[in-house]
Nanobody, 121 residues
Framework: QVHLVESGGGLVQPGGSLRLSCAAS????????MGWYRQAPGKQREWITT???????NYADAVKGRFTISRDNAKNTVYLQMNNLKPEDTAVYYC???????????????WGQGTQVTVSS
C-alpha cells in the first residue's frame, strides 16, 4: 500500500507564493510519475502538472510560467512551487503518484488527501 501525505497549503494574498509537498511512503516498488491536480468549488478535478521519472515536466496552460514541479527521488517526494498566485488558483490541491506497490501488482494511481489553497486579499 502506498500512502501520500501532503503539506504546505494555506491562505495567501494575490501575487504571493506557496510551496506544496507530497511524500510517498509504504510499499513502493517503482514510481513512474508524480503530479498535482486541483479541484475548485463546483468544478471538476483538473490536472495541472506532471513530472516523470526521467525528470521531464508538463504543465497546464493555466499555471505555465507560474508553477514549478520538482521531485526528490531519494525521498519519494514531489513539490509544487506556486508563484504569482491568483484568486482563480483557489482550490483543493491533490498529489497523484502513478506507480507499483510491488513487482507483481499492476500500475495504479495513488492520491493524497488534498490540501486547501486559498488566494484572497
Amino acid at each position: 500500500q502506498v500512502h501520500l501525505v501532503e503539506s504546505g497549503g494555506g491562505l495567501v494574498q494575490p501575487g504571493g507564493s506557496l510551496r506544496l509537498s507530497c511524500a510517498a511512503s509504504g510499499s513502493i516498488f517503482i514510481i513512474y510519475a508524480m503530479g498535482w491536480y486541483r479541484q475548485a468549488p463546483g468544478k471538476q478535478r483538473e490536472w495541472i502538472t506532471t513530472i516523470i521519472s526521467g525528470g521531464s515536466t508538463n504543465y497546464a496552460d493555466a499555471v505555465k510560467g507560474r508553477f514549478t514541479i520538482s521531485r526528490d527521488n531519494a525521498k519519494n517526494t514531489v513539490y509544487l512551487q506556486m508563484n504569482n498566485l491568483k484568486p482563480e488558483d483557489t482550490a483543493v490541491y491533490y498529489c497523484n503518484v502513478a506507480g507499483r506497490a510491488t513487482m507483481s501488482t499492476p500500475r495504479y494511481d495513488y492520491w493524497g488527501q488534498g490540501t486547501q489553497v486559498t488566494v484572497s486579499s
